[in-house]
Every structure is written in C-alpha cells, then in structure tokens.
C-alpha cells in the first residue's frame, strides 16, 4: 500500500492521493478501477488498517482465549 505522502516518491504519493478521490467521487473509468484492483490497489487506507487490526485480535483470540470463537464469529458477520 502506497501512502499519499510516500516521501521515496512523491509523484507516485501524490498520483495515489488523487486515485483514492477520484474514486470516491465517481470520476475514474471501470476499466481504471479493474486494473488497479488486480493490482491490489487499496482505495481506503483506514478501513484496510482496520481490517488488519481486526483479523490481528481474531487470530489472538483464538488462540489466547478459550470460547472466544463464537463471539468472533457472530462479530465477523456483522461487520465485514
């Protein structure tokens, strides 16, 4: 995932900013949008954080936590 201010290369930082508004806003084609996604193109950095921090503690509560799998899993269909 590249950060919009990727300081290794702000042109590709700020290029990547103006995709993830551009996408919010409609303003990209399908085909634009299909060939970053085979790419692995991450349109909300936050809520990709979020999700990785999310399986992070499902992975811990499995294995730390004795019975915790039922709450997980009834949390995992609720949110994703």
Known sequence: MVPNRYKADKILGKWVSHLREYYANNQLSDERVAAL??????W???????????HRLVEYKQKYVPYFGVFVRVCHDVLV
């Open 44 to 54: 909300n950095p936050h809520e990709r954080r979020w999700l990785d921090s999310y």
């Open 37 to 42: 996604e085979a790419v692995g193109f991450v």
